[in-house]
């Protein structure tokens, strides 16, 4: 999860994708074999959004886990770069959002909301 200030970065998935599509949700992916999780998340933020991130070192913000997939997110408030839309056959859209905007949004997964306003809370 990108933060910056009072406002998150989400990635809107395609309506055309076979999973998940026409929601916001995190940029991020799937880790590759033999491949770290926060190696996966710096080399996954470059490939969709053009930036550059440290490997995170402490444990994730949140995991999720369902039947069909697991997910650690963690939450960075440091890059090198602008984030661009650089993965157009993932995203139609990316855009910043502030806490009062995310309710609005369909949401890539129930728990996102909960957790993006603990995010937004801490300074």
């Keep these: 999860m990108l933060r910056d200030g009072n406002r998150v970065l989400l ?34 933020l470059y490939e969709e959004l053009g930036i550059e991130v440290v490997v995170p070192a402490g444990p994730p913000l949140q995991q999720i886990h369902t039947d069909s997939f697991d997910m650690q997110i963690w939450l960075i408030e440091s890059w090198t770069g602008a984030p661009v839309n650089a993965a157009l056959d993932e995203h139609d859209a990316i855009a910043w959002f502030q806490e009062h905007e995310l309710g609005e949004l369909r949401l890539a997964h129930d728990s996102y909301l909960a957790m993006f306003t603990e995010a937004l809370a801490v300074r």
């Design 11 to 44: 990635c809107h998935r395609s309506p055309e994708r076979r999973w998940y599509p026409d929601v916001w949700d995190l940029p991020g992916g799937h880790v590759e074999p033999g491949e770290l999780p926060g190696a996966a998340l710096a080399r996954e």
